[in-house]
């Protein structure tokens, strides 16, 4: 039997006397697509917070590439091979995109004081070698937006500033990325924009697994295969999009219907 790349049992997060995360078994094989959907409240950035190490569980195990990664500390996590990005845009406005970027390869680029001060030209074959890779990726997602490599973040719209929160997760060649409402602050068009990126993106890294949170449907039954819904911290219901829109406990809980 094949392993999943992930899987969660009885995960559990409680913030005092608050359980945001109750129990939540989950399975997740390589290369798949999971929405993960839910009210507001209902525990799907707790989830990824607990998953990446910024809140440790209260209980529960996680298993990640066969390895136990349960409490691990967010740098950890990463050099595992998870990657993520925010609701909130987490750029370095000022700063160019290609330094936004180098933000997210950190763990694949040389550090040391005598490589950064005596060894000038492998620095500069560095930097030429990583302008490289971010080029490729970005040119993934928006060819102009490729040669802009050395603008300001700010001086660029929202939707390529998701494009670019999401390339900066991407540069350090994750197994499994997390995306947090990648559609937030967008218009319906540049969603679908942002959404074919994405399709092209899955196309190029067939290996690729992903977890997305959103609370556009259209986008979830677009882009997933297999749905989570979460509601008080539980999960209620999983399967394909189309199942779970049909489930009566789904349509109470996250469209408010009887």
Request: aromatic content about 6%; glycine content about 8%; hydrophobic content about 40%.
């Amino acid at each position: 039997m094949t392993v999943p790349l992930l899987q969660c049992e009885k995960l559990t997060r409680r913030f005092g006397g608050v359980v945001a995360l109750d129990g939540l078994d989950l399975q997740l094989d390589e290369g798949r697509v999971l929405g993960l959907i839910g009210p507001n409240g209902s525990g799907k950035t707790t989830f990824f917070n607990v998953l990446t190490g910024l809140f440790p569980p209260s209980a529960g195990e996680i298993e990640f590439a066969a390895s136990r990664i349960t409490g691990l500390r967010p740098q950890a996590v990463y050099r595992a091979g998870i990657a993520r990005t925010f609701q909130r845009s987490r750029l370095c406005l000022p700063l160019s995109i290609f330094d936004n970027l180098m933000i997210g390869n950190h763990q694949r680029l040389d550090h040391g004081l005598w490589f950064n001060l005596v060894r000038r030209r492998a620095l500069r074959r560095q930097v030429e070698e990583a302008q490289a890779d971010a080029r490729e990726l970005l040119r993934t997602f928006d060819e102009p937006l490729a040669a802009r490599l050395l603008d300001p973040v700010s001086r660029v719209p929202m939707i390529d500033r998701r494009r670019i929160e999401i390339c900066r997760a991407l540069i350090s060649r994750p197994r499994l990325l997390l995306l947090d409402e990648p559609s937030a602050g967008m218009t319906l068009e540049e969603t679908q924009r942002l959404m074919d990126d994405l399709l092209l993106v899955k196309r190029r890294m067939p290996g690729l697994t992903i977890i997305l949170i959103e609370h556009e449907m259209s986008v979830i039954e677009r882009i997933t295969e297999r749905c989570v819904v979460l509601n008080y911290g539980r999960k209620i219901a999983e399967g394909a999009y189309a199942e779970v829109a049909r489930d009566p406990q789904v349509r109470q809980a996250y469209l408010g219907l009887e």
